[in-house]
């Protein structure tokens, strides 16, 4: 998959050569572009910002720079028979999830517009539908101070689901969101730790009565810290033999 990230603040994209995500990036699954938004002006003081038409505070980022750098990550980028997919991380887009998360890993050519201030004039989004699937991203109901943060967020929760990021694929299976609910505890040795036993099912051997007790700790726990999650839920997807383990 190839990733390219727009931004004033190219270093804050840094961390995306750590971790799994680095690893991915130097063995070639992944191949991740930083570009830095002020290179696309032709101002000496490198101006991306000015002030909203209509009045009201904070500074709004100007079109033109933003129309070069998409022009450019075009032009560079692999011949591929899709479009791109251009994500504008804001707090006014569709909020992210693991659904949306398959669905971008399993899509070509990524790109990110890191917006700062009071966001992007909204004529260089109209812009980029001529060349780009245009998608405003938001991480969630609060506000950041622009969508490095929330790039760091999606490419990780994307790039993790790409084959040959995460070593082994069994544990993409049973982790949170995966299915709808909530991942079961954990817990590893010692089974007995400052008076606090581990459940004795799991010393138990049996897994089938282990699996019950997973999907039933994945249940209780969905149900209490995220109640709305259960909705979607088809309730015979909990086998009658979990109510009584
Ligand atoms: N930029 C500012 N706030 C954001 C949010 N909640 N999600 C994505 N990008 C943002």
């Known amino acids: 998959m190839r990733i390219d990230v727009v931004s004033i603040f190219p270093e804050y994209l840094a961390a995306l050569d750590l971790s799994l995500i680095g690893k991915a990036r130097q063995d070639g699954v992944l191949d991740v572009r930083v570009h830095d938004l002020r290179t696309f002006t032709t101002d000496r003081h490198r101006t991306v910002d000015d002030t909203p038409y209509g009045g009201g505070a904070g500074m709004v980022m100007k079109a033109e720079p933003w129309a070069q750098a998409l022009e450019s990550v075009l032009t560079e980028a692999p011949a591929s028979q899709h479009r791109p997919t251009l ?17 971008l890993a399993g899509l070509e050519h990524l790109v990110f517009a890191c917006g700062r201030y009071e966001g992007i004039d909204e004529r260089a989004i109209d812009w980029a539908r001529d060349g780009f699937d245009v998608r405003p991203v938001s991480l969630g109901d609060y506000v950041l101070n622009g969508g490095e943060v929330a790039v760091l967020a ?15 694929p069994e544990s993409l299976v049973e982790e949170s969101h995966a299915d709808g609910l909530l991942e079961y505890p954990v817990y590893t040795k010692p089974s007995s730790w400052r008076g606090r036993d581990i459940p004795e099912v799991l010393l138990s051997g049996n897994h089938a009565r282990i699996a019950r007790w997973r999907r039933m700790e994945q249940f209780r726990r969905t149900a209490d810290r995220r109640p709305d999650l259960l909705g979607d839920i088809d309730a015979t997807s909990l086998p009658a033999a979990d109510l009584k383990a």
């Open 87 to 103: 994500i504008v991380p804001s707090p006014a887009g569709a909020v992210f999830d693991q659904a949306m998360a398959h669905e």
């Open 154 to 168: 999606m490419v990780e929760a994307v790039g993790r689901l790409i084959p040959g990021v995460v070593g082994n």
